[in-house]
């Protein structure tokens, strides 16, 4: 049985607060492709926006500006190998889904497919920004549809205890990754 | 003895890469300021760029605009109350310097402090992009200084083992972090 649960919108930019690397979905005219990427962050919180840096080189950025669309999708800890396999190789030699060991999967609002077995998922559509795409290889996205794993994230919250295989990756360099560890709190 | 070392520009996106929270400060005419931001990015590696995401209501946006920029601070785990503190109270009506805890130093190439004792240093100036700052609360800067705490960063990378104050805080939400865990590798 799926342990995928609906986020609400305005609770979306939580997937992303942290800092995780994402691997970034897309499809366009019958190609599909993911790719890792570290450069993606919360925009705004209500409708939620997010930022993500995709270099013109890519096979991902042919899909992504074709369709207009892609998916956000964290992957977790057991992983590391796919995400590493999926940032090195290019999406326009191979597929890459094959190659990483990767199973795509439907999406509810787009038509990029998301990648099975990550802890969350965001569903994006571009905002045209030509400058910013051009200049900066930056991209605006609003999120349209969200989901997680709700055994490491319910209540709007992250809870990794007792999950580790699902913990958050955060790129160090070259393939090393820190793990989402212990949490600390401080009062306002 | 100070354990701050220059760290090449053309590394200053690793002292990002893994998506901490950071501390921005800033300062313009007498008055400085510093906040906490999870939302921080690397945009480019060299010369190095950087995003962050300043709501016009804050005190930092005033400062930062008024004198073209700003510093990322990457704080540490033992730091956590006082980033908290900071993410708090508006720099409008207090001392937030004081008021957090922290303390100023100077910084190398920008007139705004840094806060001293935290494990890295992002020294930036504002390309001025006036759509991305009014419509999306959005600024790119330019990297023109980075230091790094050797005890954790060093040749590149960060290797927290044996330093667990120093670790790397990740906002979650509402004042809980995680702090960057175990490393985990793939292979190309």
Redesign the interface.
């Known amino acids: 049985m799926s342990t995928l649960q609906d986020v609400p919108l305005a609770q979306a930019y939580?997937l992303l607060?942290?800092?995780?690397?994402v691997l970034v979905s897309s499809a366009h005219d019958g190609r599909q492709n993911v790719m890792a990427a570290?450069?993606?962050?919360?925009?705004?919180f209500d409708p939620p926006?997010i930022?993500v840096?995709i270099d013109k080189a890519t096979h991902t950025r042919q899909l992504m500006e074709a369709a207009g669309e892609f998916a956000l999708n964290v992957p977790c800890?057991y992983q590391?190998?796919?995400?590493?396999?999926a940032?090195?190789a290019s999406g326009a030699d191979c597929d890459k889904f094959a190659a990483s060991g990767l199973t795509p999967m439907a999406a509810q609002r787009i038509g990029a497919p998301l990648v099975a077995g990550c802890s969350a998922y965001l569903e994006c559509r571009i905002i045209q920004e030509p400058?910013?795409q051009q200049q900066?290889?930056?991209f605006?996205a609003e999120v349209v549809a969200a989901q997680a794993d709700s055994r490491v994230f319910s209540g709007?919250?992250?809870h990794?205890e007792g999950q580790d295989a699902l913990?958050s990756?955060?790129?160090?360099?070259g393939?090393?990754?820190?793990?989402?560890?212990?949490?600390?709190?401080?009062?306002?």
Chains 1, 2 share one sequence.
């Open positions: 939580r607060n942290h800092g995780p690397t570290a450069w993606a962050m919360p925009l705004d926006k930022l840096v800890r590391a190998q796919a995400v590493v396999a940032g090195s400058h910013n900066y290889d930056l605006i709007g919250r992250w990794f913990r990756l955060h790129h160090v360099a393939g090393h990754f820190f793990v989402s560890g212990d949490t600390v709190s401080g009062q306002p």
